[in-house]
């Protein structure tokens, strides 16, 4: 739960993990162009910092077993609670081990899958790093922020999420806005032909940021997939811009706060001007453009 009075079980989305084709030309990209902060190589996968946290994306060669979102718990109990509520309801669970523990940089773990098959580590105590975080290039990141995920089967992934604490702050047509803390969403659940991570989203420190980063993706000749725009639910300014194997990377910045007062989650329409009320579309991402 996440209200006042009771203790959450999930806190944070705190990485990504993505298998890609070409490992060092996808690593270049996400320090010289994107701006994130490399930090280590290491079993064959390379990570980066965008915050305190140790890491917040890992990069591995080619491989799904190395393909997965991590979630931040509240504490060992919180992640039986977890556990429990998931088994019960069929999803695949399963602790990680040691070393599985070890790559991911966490002291325990819970290894599950949604009805999507999109896999979801769940996590005690990832490592901070006590270095400031220093990127190659000054992008403006100050944090690691949100997800979206594809999801082939809504109704059960919606299930998921909602045991494991996360609650719909607003839908666009069947888009899902979860919410883990007091912003608006740090999930978001788009209906779609085929799983995996839709986007992952950087907070940057405000609009300005956003500008200077569209411009820089301009001038290097890096796809923009959507934007600058703003979420008409979330108030949140951002820029969609393609990164390895066409996953989507985003620098996000304004969202509004959700408030301690419960309400009922908000139902816009599947258009356009939901999705973006600045007027940007996507015209080659599916999951991201109102139908026609």
Known sequence: ????????????VCYVRLSVTELHASARFMSDVFGLQRVAEQDGEIAFRS??????????????????????VWDDEALDIIGRRLGDLGFVVKNADPDECRR????????????????IDLVVRPSRSGKRYFPTRDAGIV??????????????????????GAEVSDWVGDIAYLRTDGKHHRIALFPSKRNGLLYSAFEVEALDQIMQNSYFMQESQ???????????ASRQIFLHVEGPDGVIFSYVTGMVEYGDRPRLARQF??????????GSESKDVPELRAPL
């Open 1 to 12: 739960m996440i209200n006042g009075n009771e203790r959450p079980l999930v806190t944070s």
């Open 51 to 72: 915050d305190d946290r140790y890491r917040t994306v890992s990069l591995a060669s080619n491989s799904s077993d190395d393909a997965s979102i991590g979630i931040e």
């Open 143 to 164: 944090q690691f922020h949100s997800v979206g995920l594809r999801t082939t089967h809504h109704v059960r992934d919606l299930a998921f999420w909602k045991a494991v």
């Open 269 to 278: 329409p599947l258009a356009a001007t939901s999705l973006c009320d600045w």
């Open 104 to 119: 991911r940089y966490v002291h325990s773990a819970l290894l599950a899958e949604d009805a999507s098959k999109n896999r």
């Open 222 to 232: 890096i796809k923009i997939v959507q934007g600058p725009g703003r979420q008409a």
